[in-house]
């Protein structure tokens, strides 16, 4: 199984504020990925000393990390369905790869219903795998 997580919970579990994340890569069969532009983004938003930090959190729990550019045709079609810049390119991404599911606490993707791969905050996902 092939999943995303935004950077949104790469934060929370830097900044202390959840240790759900940890459960999650508790459990055998689930493929993380990652690309640079959501590297990027964790980067932006945390102090220098979190960086090493959460580069071997990445490489600790072999997520994989993708660097290859996201296709053009592809950030066009999630523009068109009128997502924000960095939303447009974390789709993408998700569906580039053929992500099963994006782990996210964003709103916008939470209610949106139109991709090719289901999108989930990291609890309910836990929940549905019996993870919590």
């Known amino acids: 199984m092939i999943l995303v997580l935004d950077s949104n919970e790469y934060l929370f ?6 240790i759900l ?3 999650l890569f ?4 689930f493929f993380v990925h990652i690309h640079r532009f959501i590297i990027s983004e964790v980067i932006q938003n945390i102090e220098e000393a979190q960086e090493k930090e959460f580069y ?3 490489r600790n729990r072999e997520v994989i990390i993708n ?14 369905l009128g997502l924000r810049k960095g939303d447009t390119a974390i ?17 916008d993707f939470l209610k949106s219903k ?17 993870l919590i």
């Open 21 to 23: 994340l940890e459960k």
């Open 13 to 18: 579990f830097l900044n202390k504020e959840t």
């Open 56 to 58: 071997y959190f990445l």
């Open 26 to 29: 508790q459990r055998i069969g």
């Open 91 to 107: 789709a993408s991404f998700c569906e580039k790869i053929r992500a099963d599911y994006l782990i996210t606490e964003n709103r």
């Open 67 to 80: 660097e290859e550019e996201l296709p053009f045709e592809l950030l066009s079609k999630y523009k068109e």
């Open 114 to 130: 139109k991709f090719n791969f289901q999108v989930l905050s990291l609890q309910k996902f836990l929940k549905m795998f019996k």
